[in-house]
């Protein structure tokens, strides 16, 4: 348009868009990436149906059903983050990212627990390790797990276990946890 000298306000082409039905969309995860030979979907399918079955059965018997995944690691210090908050002045922060610039990391590692429909979360400031994964299972278990679920005999946890991790993260083993911690 403005070849032809003509000018629109950013609304009127928004409305003008509209018109055509046109809308403001999100990008849409659908394209599955990394992987040359994608699983057969119906591999996948019967790997869900168990993982369901699962999760019914442990509910079915008082015991817990955890997800747990480590979140995205974040810088700890002087940095922008998104969000606003009320302040008089505007915080100055550093204008630019740098590792070399931080306290430390910050890792956080949740845990979903599906039938109390209630995160936990763990922070750690050192490298993402099993051991922490083991940690954090057994301080949600001691804070929270054992109050909701005083008869569970077992516990279910499910883990993506994405790109970064390596199998090994996977097949990781629990101690047992007293009844009386």
Not at 81 to 93: K, R
Request: aromatic share 10%.
């Amino acid at each position: 348009m403005a070849q032809y000298r003509i000018h629109l306000s950013p609304n009127t082409v928004g409305r003008l868009l509209k018109g055509l039905d046109f809308r403001l969309l999100i990008n849409f995860k659908t394209i599955e990436s990394g992987n040359s030979k994608p699983p057969d979907p119906r591999k996948r399918d019967e790997q869900f149906r168990y993982i369901k079955n699962q999760r019914i059965d442990f509910g079915r018997r008082g015991n817990p059903v955890i997800s747990v995944d480590s979140k995205k690691k974040e810088l700890i210090g002087n940095f922008k983050n998104p969000g606003q908050s009320w302040q008089l002045e505007p915080i100055p922060v550093n204008d630019h990212d740098f590792h070399i610039d931080a306290e430390g990391r910050a890792i956080p590692y949740g845990i979903y627990d599906d039938q109390q429909n209630r995160e936990y979360m763990c922070v750690a400031t050192s490298y993402e390790t099993p051991a922490f994964a083991v940690d954090s299972i057994v301080e949600w278990w001691c804070s929270v797990g054992r109050e909701c679920y005083p008869e569970a005999q077992e516990l279910l946890i499910l883990a993506d276990c994405g790109r970064r991790q390596r199998l090994s993260v996977a097949c990781m083993e629990i101690p047992a946890i007293p009844a009386a911690m």
